[in-house]
DNA sequence: ACTTAAACGCAACTGAATTGCATAAAAAAA
DNA sequence: TTTTTTTATGCAATTCAGTTGCGTTTAAGT
């Protein structure tokens, strides 16, 4: 795992502490956060527009995606190493736990390939499970 | 296609002319629609608070279903023959159109049987497919 | 050390969705 | 039909996630 300073130099982000504190957070955390966690969980700001713009950076960099959530919540986890710097690319599926409520990147579950049908022009396909995860169990 | 005040009657809901007409407008509806665009096209309530809550009824008598939206807004569109007046069942495909940000529902395409995986528990499985619609196109 | 571009932090704002409560109207009962 | 009960409506106010503006701070390059 390659340790935070490195990744932000790697992105041309600045190295502030929050934003190292953020992905340190991103990369022990099993599953997603949502901006409301992050601030729970961490120190270094007490300030949620500081969090939501270190997101927006990080997303834009590939550095993070979003994730779907149950309550329509922006939620985001640590991209592989599939994406580049400018663009996403991400091929596994995504898990909600109906009981915690939180995601997970299934990163074994790979996408079902789905025709072009009547007229649709298919981009980009996503696949969410739900049910209750390992900890709920 | 079933007469809007038959419907109501099926489900114990009152047959009023805004309910009504909400019924017809999802039928006429070739995709999905949220409260706000249920507002535009609306005339006999001008309150959104009515339209929620009419919504929430609905979905609750599964006659309407939730569906993925562009922007996390909740959007619902009309629940097929297969679901009860107290379950849910749906095996189709959503499609969201990047272009005019509609959510359609593919019932051509079936949802893929995915194994419970590594102590993931699945009840429920969504794919959703993004592009563009045959009105884009 | 100086400069500048990126990041921060506070306040104020937006917009979707919700809650409370009093009123209206539909359906059931008398 | 009239009365009663239950459901639905409408307005005001609230909540809460997320955004914008703007002045200040700080990291990093010169």
């Known amino acids: ?3 935070a300073e490195k990744i932000l130099e790697k992105f041309n982000l600045k190295k502030t502490n929050f934003r ?3 992905i340190e957070l991103f990369q022990s955390s099993s599953s ?3 901006a409301d966690e992050i601030k729970q969980k961490i120190n270094s700001t007490n300030d949620k527009v500081t969090i939501y713009r270190a997101l927006t950076a990080f997303e834009k960099k590939c550095l993070i995606h979003r994730v779907p959530d149950k309550s ?6 640590l991209c592989q190493k599939e994406c580049s710097q400018t663009h996403h690319k991400h ?3 995504h898990f ?3 009981i915690c409520s939180k995601t997970f990147c299934l990163n074994d579950i790979k996408l079902p390939q789905i025709d072009n049908t009547s007229g649709f022009k298919i981009n980009k396909t996503q696949l969410t499970l739900e049910g209750s995860c390992p900890a709920c169990n």
Chains 1, 2 share one sequence.
């Open 20 to 22: 190292i504190e953020l």
């Open 72 to 77: 329509n919540l922006i939620r985001y986890a």
């Open 96 to 98: 909600i736990c109906n």
């Open 1 to 3: 795992m390659p340790k």
């Open 32 to 34: 997603s956060l949502t």
């Open 91 to 93: 091929n596994h599926a």
